[in-house]
């Protein structure tokens, strides 16, 4: 099931650099996107990053401090073809 989208207060987009611009969903396979509304950036979270949803807090993901490195999946969408 598909999420609402919402906006994250505060969050600012990686691309533009605009704050609240993002809003945050869950698509049809689960997954966490973030969407900024300014750019059009789009960024499907894996579960190893925590989305600032407070919902989601019993979900606790522990791991060694290993490589700085932050793997994403970028996912980006046709515009005006979502949902
Ligand atoms: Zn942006």
Do not use: W, Y
Request: charged share 30%; glycine share 4%; aromatic share 6%.
């Amino acid at each position: 099931m598909a999420t609402p989208k919402r906006f994250i207060a505060g969050a600012v987009c990686p691309r533009c650099a605009e704050m609240d611009k993002i809003m945050m969903f869950t698509d049809d396979a689960g997954e966490q996107i973030r969407e900024c509304v300014a750019c059009g950036f789009t960024d499907a979270m894996s579960d190893t990053e925590q989305p600032a949803n407070p919902e989601l807090e019993t979900r606790v993901n522990r791991r060694d401090n290993q490589d700085d490195h932050t793997v994403k999946q970028v996912v980006f969408f046709k515009a005006g073809s979502e949902d």
